[in-house]
């Protein structure tokens, strides 16, 4: 029976493919199709229902049910059993239709004359385009092989409407890919860019999706997998053995390469009548299916590695290499999945905006993207299957927002406010060389964040007065081995250099939590963000550390240097760590190097516990960073990773400003220097409210620096104290509203 069976669903696809590839206009098409298919089954009646927005189907061709229907019907995802396949992306197969759950009658079709009903969702690498349908008049359940022709069939309908072949004037049915979209994500870094989709892997086109040789077919996959398990084997051989994660991967890789049901399944549909490439594509699209039903995040990256084996194999099939020929456009807008932050680089600052499915705000794609200032909208779900190379897309990193092939009125408004940023860009460049002063008189030092060598600039152009935050561990994230120290040393003295003796902080490495190494060996915590990381790896592993202050003091040869430890939680971490340095000092001495002219050492405090440490450790420190990211999440216990509770705590919220207040009074009574660099210190409010705290040393993205300037300028800080005091006198926990209401008064536009 298979044997027989194959041979049928061979014919069913061959009379399908000369049907498609006669030359009628879609709706013919579409007639023609369910006409073939209700002869080939032998049912009364083949419908096809396919999209017509997100969530509504329409009856787009039948054979056996009225003809006035067409066009006509429409039901809505979840309605009735075809709107269930559609819904649940599965099929259904009853004999007794009307008895079945969710079964809605529909006079219009003429349904009830029909019994038994199987439909089957037409999808394309997991998305739904559609439902296909046949039904008969007895009371029969459809055969395995009589559900496989037709699932064959449906996935030969998707590549073909993918391919818009049933798009006409009279079928109603537009391109693919052609409506605007618009994606709510969230904000991996703000900023708003207008541009064209670059795909990072671009879609594989699939033009044949049936063929009637299926030896030739099987030699063409069974090739074409042996040259897969050779570059899997190829690549596998490349990677360091202390590279476990990409080992890990590749070994997935190889393991579904050598997959003897992944081939069986798919020797099996080109026994059928698919093409290689269908048959690849087929298993994919199942594995798209099942991925989103999945859970467990281990099982989801395992099938996400076997999608992203199926799309190497089908490049290798179709010729279309990893560089599918797709030029850069102008204004390119990266749209990927996922993406690491080496291949990020790579790409380079031409990129106007990044677009990506997963990543998270602390990713290391996040890192750099924040680094280079370049707008990011992550979990933007859907969009790599939706955008096409080339698509016109409008990125809005402050809502976390993408529009993509907008209409020409979100344009516009979208373009008045590139417009409006641009001109404020302009009206902040004017106050470069002014300082932050505020109407009180006071001086607030206006840093800046940095962590690539890439940034220096930014540090003339913004007007900052130096680094407050060097974040050394975007040299180690970007690379896939420990640097060496020589090679540390030469990026540190050039970053040096470029500062032109402005001062950088320097923090040493902090990794851990989300910031994990390439090639360190991932540690299983239960809570990483309160797990081994920061200074915790640096004293418990001190030879990382050691050779980091080694690299540290001999690019400083002669020059002023600043160390900052980072995630200091209480003063015997703070001691250890200078005695640590001390030790460097000296014996880089001995070894004959100039040290540095004069030294200064800082922590950051980023738990609530350093704070309230004795009083030796503010006489001792030589000055504190607040680094607010880590505080507030440990002040309100809310994980800044996490979505659902990230915003959940405001930094506006008197509880957080007042113990700002405290932290920064303490430090007085000692005058040690203290500094905020956290990101609310590159946000105007919160810069204000800071400032209104007593915190006279901000340090932010480049970026912000004119933006926070322009507002610190026009404040008077007592009276924005009197007004935070004052809303936390009524009882307000945020401050915020009644901030902003003052700042509006005072005529901000906020
Ligand atoms: C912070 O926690 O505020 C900080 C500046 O450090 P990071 O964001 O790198 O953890
Ligand atoms: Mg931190």
Same mark, same amino acid.
């Given at each position: 029976?298979?044997?027989?069976?194959?041979?049928?669903?061979?014919?069913?696809?061959?009379?399908?493919?000369?049907?498609?590839?006669?030359?009628?206009?879609?709706?013919?098409?579409?007639?023609?199709?369910?006409?073939?298919?209700?002869?080939?089954?032998?049912?009364?009646?083949?419908?096809?229902?396919?999209?017509?927005?997100?969530?509504t189907?329409?009856?787009?061709?039948?054979?056996?049910l009225?003809?006035?229907?067409?066009?006509?019907?429409?039901?809505?995802?979840?309605?009735?059993?075809?709107?269930?396949?559609?819904?649940?992306r599965?099929?259904?197969?009853?004999?007794?239709?009307?008895?079945?759950?969710?079964?809605?009658?529909?006079?219009?079709?003429?349904?009830?004359?029909?019994?038994?009903?199987?439909?089957?969702?037409?999808?394309?690498?997991?998305?739904?385009?559609?439902?296909?349908?046949?039904?008969?008049?007895?009371?029969?359940?459809?055969?395995?092989?009589?559900?496989?022709?037709?699932?064959?069939?449906?996935?030969?309908?998707?590549?073909?409407?993918?391919?818009?072949?049933?798009?006409?004037?009279?079928?109603?049915?537009?391109?693919?890919?052609?409506?605007?979209v618009?994606?709510?994500?969230?904000?991996?870094?703000?900023?708003?860019a207008?541009?064209?989709?670059?795909?990072?892997?671009?879609?594989?086109?699939?033009?044949?999706?049936?063929?009637d040789?299926?030896?030739?077919?099987?030699?063409?996959?069974?090739?074409?997998?042996?040259q897969?398990?050779?570059?899997?084997?190829?690549?596998?051989?490349?990677?360091?053995?202390?590279e476990?994660?990409?080992?890990?991967?590749l070994?997935?890789?190889?393991m579904?390469?050598?997959?003897?049901?992944?081939?069986?399944?798919?020797?099996?549909?080109?026994?059928r009548?698919?093409?290689?490439?269908?048959?690849?594509e087929?298993?994919?699209?199942?594995?798209?299916?099942?991925?989103?039903?999945?859970?467990?995040?281990?099982?989801r990256?395992?099938?996400?590695?076997?999608?992203?084996?199926?799309?190497?194999?089908?490049?290798?099939?179709?010729?279309?290499?990893?560089e599918?020929?797709?030029?850069?456009?102008?204004?390119?807008?990266?749209?990927?999945?996922?993406?690491?932050?080496?291949?990020?680089?790579?790409?380079?600052?031409?990129?106007?905006?990044?677009?990506?499915?997963?990543?998270?705000?602390?990713?290391?794609?996040?890192v750099?993207?924040?680094?280079?200032?370049?707008?990011?909208?992550?979990?933007?779900?859907?969009?790599?299957?939706?955008?096409?190379?080339?698509?016109?897309?409008?990125?809005?990193?402050?809502?976390?927002?993408?529009?993509?092939?907008?209409?020409?009125?979100?344009?516009?408004?979208?373009?008045?406010?590139i417009?409006?940023?641009?001109?404020?860009?302009?009206?902040?460049?004017?106050?470069?060389?002014?300082?932050?002063?505020?109407?009180?008189?006071?001086?607030?030092?206006?840093?800046?964040?940095?962590?690539?060598?890439a940034?220096?600039?930014?540090?003339?152009?913004?007007?900052?007065?130096?680094?407050?935050?060097?974040?050394?561990?975007?040299?180690?994230?970007?690379?896939?081995?420990?640097?060496?120290?020589?090679?540390?040393?030469?990026?540190?003295?050039?970053?040096?250099?470029?500062?032109?003796?402005?001062?950088?902080?320097?923090?040493?490495?902090?990794?851990?939590?989300?910031?994990?190494?390439?090639?360190?060996?991932?540690?299983?915590?239960?809570?990483?963000?309160?797990?081994?990381?920061?200074?915790?790896?640096?004293?418990?592993?001190?030879?990382?550390?050691?050779?980091?202050?080694?690299?540290?003091?001999?690019?400083?040869?002669?020059?002023?240097?600043?160390?900052?430890?980072?995630f200091?939680?209480?003063?015997?971490?703070?001691?250890?760590?200078?005695?640590?340095?001390?030790?460097?000092?000296?014996?880089? &001495?001995? =070894?004959?190097?100039? #040290?540095? *002219?004069?030294?200064? @050492?800082? +922590? %950051? $405090?980023?738990?609530?516990? /350093?704070?309230?440490?004795?009083?030796?450790?503010?006489?001792?420190?030589?000055?504190?960073?607040?680094?607010?990211?880590?505080?507030?999440?440990?002040?309100?216990?809310?994980?800044?990773?996490?979505?659902?509770?990230?915003?959940?705590y405001?930094?506006?919220?008197?509880?957080?400003?007042?113990?700002?207040?405290?932290?920064?009074?303490?430090?007085?009574?000692?005058?040690?220097?203290?500094?905020?660099?956290?990101?609310?210190?590159?946000?105007?409010?919160?810069?204000?409210?800071?400032?209104?705290?007593?915190? &006279?040393? =901000?340090?932010?993205? #480049?970026? *912000?620096?004119?933006? @926070?300037? +322009? %507002? $610190?300028?026009?404040?008077? /800080?007592?009276?924005?104290?009197?007004?935070?005091?004052?809303?936390?006198?009524?009882?307000?926990?945020?401050?915020?509203?009644?901030?902003?209401?003052?700042?509006?008064?005072?005529?901000?536009?906020?």
């Amino acid at each position: 029976m298979p044997n027989n069976m194959e041979s049928e669903s061979r014919k069913l696809l061959g009379r399908l493919r000369d049907t498609l590839a006669e030359d009628s206009a879609g709706q013919e098409r579409l007639d023609r199709i369910t006409s073939l298919i209700a002869d080939s089954m032998q049912t009364e009646v083949c419908s096809i229902y396919l999209f017509r927005d997100s969530d509504t189907l329409e009856l787009c061709a039948t054979e056996g049910l009225k003809a006035e229907a067409v066009h006509q019907t429409r039901l809505r995802i979840g309605e009735g059993l075809v709107g269930r396949v559609a819904r649940t992306r599965s099929m259904v197969n009853a004999a007794d239709a009307p008895s079945e759950r969710g079964f809605r009658y529909m006079p219009e079709t003429g349904e009830e004359l029909f019994s038994s009903f199987l439909g089957l969702p037409i999808q394309r690498l997991g998305e739904t385009l559609g439902v296909l349908v046949v039904q008969s008049k007895d009371a029969r359940a459809f055969t395995d092989d009589e559900v496989y022709a037709l699932e064959v069939v449906a996935m030969v309908l998707a590549e073909m409407t993918e391919l818009g072949a049933f798009v006409s004037d009279e079928s109603g049915m537009t391109a693919l890919h052609q409506h605007p979209v618009l994606f709510r994500g969230a904000t991996g870094q703000e900023g708003v860019a207008e541009g064209n989709v670059f795909l990072h892997e671009p879609r594989v086109v699939v033009t044949n999706p049936v063929a009637d040789d299926p030896d030739a077919e099987t030699e063409r996959l069974r090739k074409a997998v042996d040259q897969l398990r050779l570059s899997v084997d190829s690549m596998l051989a490349k990677v360091e053995p202390s590279e476990k994660d990409q080992r890990e991967v590749l070994e997935a890789y190889r393991m579904f390469a050598n997959s003897r049901g992944w081939m069986r399944r798919m020797e099996e549909d080109i026994g059928r009548g698919l093409s290689a490439e269908a048959a690849v594509e087929k298993e994919q699209g199942a594995a798209r299916t099942r991925l989103a039903q999945v859970p467990d995040p281990y099982m989801r990256e395992r099938l996400h590695d076997l999608d992203d084996l199926s799309n190497r194999l089908l490049r290798i099939l179709t010729g279309q290499g990893h560089e599918t020929g797709a030029e850069m456009p102008e204004n390119p807008i990266l749209v990927a999945r996922n993406i690491g932050p080496g291949e990020l680089l790579e790409y380079g600052k031409t990129l106007k905006g990044i677009v990506l499915e997963q990543g998270s705000v602390g990713s290391h794609a996040a890192v750099v993207a924040r680094a280079w200032a370049i707008p990011l909208v992550i979990h933007a779900e859907g969009i790599t299957t939706e955008a096409l190379n080339g698509n016109a897309i409008l990125v809005d990193g402050d809502q976390g927002i993408v529009h993509l092939r907008p209409e020409d009125t979100v344009a516009t408004a979208f373009r008045d406010k590139i417009a409006m940023q641009a001109e404020a860009q302009q009206r902040y460049a004017g106050l470069v060389g002014l300082p932050a002063e505020t109407l009180c008189g006071k001086h607030i030092s206006m840093h800046m964040n940095a962590g690539l060598m890439a940034d220096l600039p930014s540090l003339a152009s913004s007007g900052a007065e130096g680094v407050g935050l060097f974040r050394t561990e975007l040299q180690f994230l970007i690379r896939n081995k420990v640097p060496r120290r020589g090679e540390l040393a030469t990026l540190y003295a050039r970053v040096m250099d470029a500062a032109r003796g402005k001062r950088v902080v320097f923090r040493t490495l902090d990794i851990g939590s989300d910031k994990v190494l390439p090639y360190m060996k991932p540690q299983d915590e239960p809570n990483p963000a309160m797990g081994w990381r920061a200074i915790r790896v640096g004293l418990d592993k001190p030879g990382v550390m050691r050779m980091q202050l080694q690299a540290l003091t001999r690019a400083a040869a002669g020059r002023p240097l600043t160390i900052m430890f980072p995630f200091v939680a209480q003063f015997d971490e703070f001691r250890e760590a200078r005695a640590l340095l001390d030790d460097v000092l000296i014996s880089e &001495r001995k =070894l004959g190097y100039v #040290p540095p *002219s004069s030294i200064e @050492v800082g +922590a %950051m $405090l980023e738990t609530p516990s /350093l704070a309230f440490a004795p009083d030796l450790f503010f006489e001792q420190t030589d000055f504190i960073s607040i680094g607010g990211n880590d505080l507030k999440q440990f002040f309100f216990a809310a994980d800044r990773e996490n979505e659902r509770v990230r915003r959940r705590y405001d930094t506006l919220n008197y509880s957080f400003l007042n113990f700002i207040r405290q932290i920064v009074e303490r430090c007085n009574q000692f005058d040690t220097p203290v500094s905020f660099c956290g990101e609310d210190a590159g946000r105007p409010i919160e810069a204000a409210a800071l400032a209104a705290m007593g915190v &006279r040393t =901000l340090s932010m993205r #480049p970026a *912000s620096i004119g933006p @926070v300037k +322009a %507002m $610190l300028r026009r404040l008077d /800080l007592d009276e924005v104290a009197q007004v935070i005091d004052q809303a936390a006198a009524d009882g307000a926990q945020s401050v915020r509203e009644d901030l902003t209401a003052y700042l509006v008064k005072q005529g901000f536009m906020l």
